[in-house]
């Protein structure tokens, strides 16, 4: 087999073939996904219509995928600024818990405040807890060394629990009928909506944060110390960067915007602190902003179409299959597409010398 | 000795993208020869032996080895047909030994039998001279050993065309000799062999014929007997090297660097440099000669604020810089080119302008506040292209895909642009070919005549003769002696990075 193709290396720096082998990409998972599908007795082509359609065919389908987006964006942004540095922060997860509860213990604390006042609060404080979060791997990185993709982590796990504690104990609803939930904040705590539709006013936060972060990578000076140190850490020592601080920093900043993306959730859409409030989110952002090549312009339409396949997924539910065919979908597309990556920095070309020499021996 | 052809190239063509690095070359190699393969870096000499390889495969023209056509899809394909190449960088295991080294991919059996491979292997290096110990693990040896192991894993596996990609780049001149005689002994036995080089002293040295390549295309093969350095620099290069505007030296009494009995440790916790004191004039360029590894790249990191000093002091213009950090060193007036241009230097995925500012990124000149004026710096980086002739296609482009010798101009114009008082340029011209390096040498004179301090970390002994006022003679961390290049010799300055003493 391997007589047959020619592997050579290749630049590839035309950005319409880098997006065609990408699309490729996630078309070879979705086929991947259709196997699987005809496997367990569906017919894919179904499957993928009613997902389809579940996410974008209708208003109130559109309104859903942009509230399932809003989250998705603003921990992938937090995790793209993380993964610029190469800092691998893949405790999103925590830290939009860690956010969670602060937004939620500031909601709880000061609910007679106006929301004009209550409100930022609430992101800050948010903020400061993602923030908090990162801040301890980052420590432990710059100063012993420590991996931090399994730090943050394991981070994850102790912000998860962390909610769990606080909804079935101090933090409980008395009148919760023993549900895992705090109370509910008052309306001054909760982000305002569009019309009559769950879609709320974090959208326009998650974009505005968006091209923020556009600016903050590509046109400042700590941009440019980010995207040195990522690019390579020996280099930012030798042009005096202090990469022991900007490390630290970084994961808190990243973290920081992921535990917003807490906030915007328990203020915007639940209204209350509960357990398990996010289904994952922190996860699926990781593969947004790999999806996205850490652009946070590119995030914000990657976010919508994995805002699509989460409520899409919900869709299929009627038809039997588990709304996981979604997260099964959007592994298999990151895996397709990173996988894909290959033919950016290699060219494979069926070898035609060798070929020809085997016609000649069938004429000769 | 009947002339048996071992490689026939003809009509080799190969195309990188839309470039042809090699058109219409056609190469030829005899059983007993050692053919030299000259040319300048980007001549295509390291694509044409990489074809023979089975590394790469030619995109016109035919191979034939030992008289027959060969298709080779893969360097496995190669050594089966009796191609062994030894890269410039070693490619070894380094926690197994010598022997296992050796058969590693060759012997398919389950279990080894060590003590038979080992006995095989002794006797096997020993019929060649080349002095091995195959039990010894990869790790603890010398650069030249390891070249000894490439050769044996080569010869191992029934090489009779050797082909060696700038074997001499990392060795002392003794172990230059040992290998020239490894080499010549192995031709005598009926190998073919191919130095790849841009070393004209060697090629006149060792070669029996020489295939100059220039731009891709074969200049031609002649005899060593019937040419001399001078026709093979013009094959190579066109036109008569310049003879360098040399010594209009000012060297003046004021110290500009001042290393005082420094000791260093390197990555793994060892003394790398120990009690080391020298000084550098402003107005002076001091050459720094030893074997890679002897403290060099130690020395220069801690001038830098990049290694902490164990002992003693570095002083820039009479201020120690024991307390300061890299930045601050940066702003007392010192510039550094390392040794790892891609590594530490640059960055590779960067355009030329981000490149550029690496060292000024937070001065008036490049910044507004918190946002960096890229317009402005892009500016000036078209500036630097055209002082420097630095040969780009798009100036927005990341500089990755450029050559050595231009990614070597970037470097060095960023540092020298500041005008500093204390330059350090380590290898400032390893892999670069004949006409960048003069360029950078001309550079690193014109600080010099500026009034900077200029600390040259070379091993090419003959540059540093030709460039320094004064040599320091390295050796195991230490300085083996301190002398002036017209009070001494090569040989003189040889021994001492070998001995650490005066020969």
Known sequence: MQKYLKVEKRNMNNQYGMFAIRIGGIFVALVLGAIFLIFSGHAPIDVYVTMIDGAFGSAYGVNETIVKTIPLLIAALGVSIAFRMKLWNIGAEGQIYAGGIMASGVALSFGDLPSLLLIPMMMIAAFLGGALWACVPGIARSFWGTNETITTLMMNYVGILWVDYLVFGPWKDPKGYNFPITAEFSPSAFLPTFGGTRVHIGIVIAILCSFVIYILLNKTVWGYEIRVAGENSDVAKYAGMNVTKNIILTLMVSGGIAGIAGMTEVSGVIHRLQSNFSPGYGYSAIIIAWLARLNPIAAIFVSFLFGGLIVGGYAVQTSGLPASVALMLQGLILFCVLGAEFFTGYRVSIDKRFFSKGEAKING | MKEKRLVSMKGIGKKFGDKWVNEQVEFELRAGEIH???????????????????????????????????????????????????HQHFKLVENLTASENIILGYKKTFFLNRKNISEEILKFSQKYGLSINPNDYVYHMSVGEKQRIEILKALYRGADILILDEPTAVLTPQETKELFDILRKMA???????????????????????????????????????????????MMIGKYASERKMKDRQVTNEVGLEIENVTIKNDKGFVAVENMSFDVKKGEIVGIAGISGNGQKELAEAIAGLREIEKGNIKIDHEGIKEKNPRQIIDMGLSYVPEDRMGMGLVGNMDI??????????KKKARKGIFIQKKKVREN???????????????????????????????????????????????????????????????????????????????????????????????????AGIVKPDETTVEEIGMMMLDGQVG
């Open chain 2, 36 to 86: 030299a393969l000259l040319g300048e870096n980007g001549a295509g000499k390291s694509t044409l032996m990489n074809i023979l390889a089975g590394v790469y495969k030619q995109d016109a023209g035919q191979l034939l080895l030992h008289g027959k056509e060969a298709i080779l899809t893969s360097p496995k394909d190669a050594i089966q047909n009796g191609v062994g190449m030894i």
């Open chain 2, 188 to 234: 005598d036995r009926g190998c073919g062999i191919v130095i790849i080089t841009h070393k004209m002293k060697e090629v006149m040295e060792i070669a029996d014929r020489i295939t100059v390549l220039r731009k891709g295309r074969k200049e031609g093969t002649v005899l060593k007997r019937e040419v001399d350095e001078q026709r093979l620099t013009e």
């Open chain 2, 353 to 362: 302008t981000d490149n550029l500012i690496l060292k000024d990124y937070r």
């Open chain 2, 381 to 479: 980086a078209k500036d630097v292209i055209d002082q420097f002739e630095i040969k780009i296609e798009n100036i927005d482009a990341p500089i990755r895909t450029l050559s050595g010798g231009n990614l070597q101009k970037i470097l060095l114009g960023r540092e020298i642009l500041e005008d500093p008082k204390v330059l350090i340029a380590a290898y400032p011209v390893r892999g670069l070919d004949i006409a960048t390096t003069e360029a950078v040498y001309d550079l690193l004179l014109e600080q010099r005549n500026r009034g900077c301090a200029v600390l040259f970390i070379s091993e090419d002994l003959d540059y540093i003769m030709q460039l320094s006022d004064r040599i320091v003679a390295i050796e195991g961390g230490k300085v």
